[in-house]
């Protein structure tokens, strides 16, 4: 469950800056919009959700805790 919270958190992160993305655009602001790709929010908030991706499919015996699934106790 903690890796779906995450993943959902980083993905409305993800949508907040694409979303003032679209408003630099709109306004004609091309070089704070080039910014924010190459090295600012989108940049970031991209490279965090693909971190956590990854990380899920390192070792998929982990559960959400980290530890090794136990089943039922």
């Known amino acids: 469950m903690k890796y779906a919270r995450q993943t959902?958190?980083?993905l409305e992160r993800?949508?907040?800056a694409?979303?003032?993305?679209y408003v630099q655009i709109k306004r004609g602001d091309n070089?704070?919009?080039l910014a924010s790709l190459e090295?600012?929010?989108?940049?970031?908030?991209f490279e965090n959700l693909r971190d956590i991706?990854?990380?899920s499919s390192t070792n998929p015996a982990l559960g959400a805790s980290g530890v090794p699934n136990?089943?039922?106790?």
């Open 8 to 10: 959902q958190e980083h």
């Open 14 to 16: 993800l949508d907040q």
């Open 18 to 21: 694409l979303s003032g993305l």
């Open 31 to 33: 070089a704070a919009a």
């Open 39 to 45: 090295d600012g929010e989108i940049k970031e908030n």
């Open 53 to 55: 991706i990854l990380l």
């Open 70 to 73: 136990t089943g039922n106790l």
